[in-house]
């Protein structure tokens, strides 16, 4: 029959209308912005710093190394390297960006920063209630607004964060590994050395021409002289 169709689609519409006084599953919609949906764990928006720890400058992992900043499509991220240097995750000497803006109205959400980067060190935000009244500066993230916690990196990306903190982990002890065996390398070169220097030295003696050989501290064979 003609609009049987539009009729069951109606009795769908009318049954889950009616069921969400009474059941809260048939309720799709929530009273934003007091109540929210959770977020997807893939979910992104903008970049944003990582830094270890409490302190934003001594944690930041950014070694200012400007890749990203050159791969960046619409090149919207800014970058000035420091002068000095602050130990890395490693404990490596690195520098750091003195200055890192990005621009989000520029920003097109694509990740290849986070791609690209090989010290894990900016990743992709979840917040995505950014709006000004103004277009310019407010919308120009500074270092110091960009950097947050690996704890937040872990409270928005969870499994993410977990296999980074595990990578990092694995080349921090293969790097810690590489510096043991270089230094026990060192050690024994050093004691050959030692060991060498304080080796008797071998001296030819004129007898050795005739098969006789002395070294220091023995009385050399006796010789006669002819008067
Ligand atoms: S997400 Fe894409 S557009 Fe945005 S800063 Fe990173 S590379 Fe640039
Ligand atoms: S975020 Fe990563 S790729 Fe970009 S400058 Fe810092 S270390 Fe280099």
Redesign the pocket.
């Known amino acids: 029959m003609i609009g049987t169709g539009i009729l069951k689609g109606m009795a769908v519409t009318l049954r889950n209308f009616a069921g969400s006084y009474f059941d809260k599953e048939r309720l799709i919609t929530v009273q934003y912005p007091e109540e929210r949906n959770p977020l997807p764990e893939n979910y992104r928006n903008f970049?944003f710093?990582i830094f270890d720890g409490n302190d934003p400058h001594a944690g930041l992992?950014?070694?200012?190394?400007?890749?990203?900043?050159k791969?960046c499509p619409p090149q919207c991220?800014y970058?000035i390297k420091s002068k000095d240097k602050k130990p890395d995750y490693v404990g490596k000497p690195q520098f750091y960006?003195a200055v890192?803006d990005i621009d989000i109205s520029v920003c097109m959400s694509c990740q290849i920063?986070v791609e690209?980067?090989?010290?894990?060190?900016?990743k992709m935000d979840k917040d995505f209630e950014l709006s000004k009244r103004e277009r310019f500066d407010n919308l120009l993230f500074r270092k110091e607004q960009l950097s947050r916690s690996n704890d937040y990196y872990h409270k928005i990306h969870p499994i993410e964060a977990t296999a980074v903190d595990k990578n990092l982990a694995d080349a921090a002890a293969a790097a810690e590994a590489k510096k043991k065996t270089a230094a026990e390398a060192a050690a024994k070169v050093a004691a050959a050395k030692a060991a060498a220097a304080q080796a008797p030295s071998t001296v030819i003696s004129p007898e050795s021409a005739a098969g006789s050989t002395s070294t220091p501290g023995e009385a050399p064979p006796e010789t006669t002289t002819k008067s």
């Open positions: 970049p710093l992992r950014c070694v200012a190394c400007q890749i990203c900043e791969e991220i970058i960006p890192f920063c690209v980067c090989p010290f894990e060190a900016i």
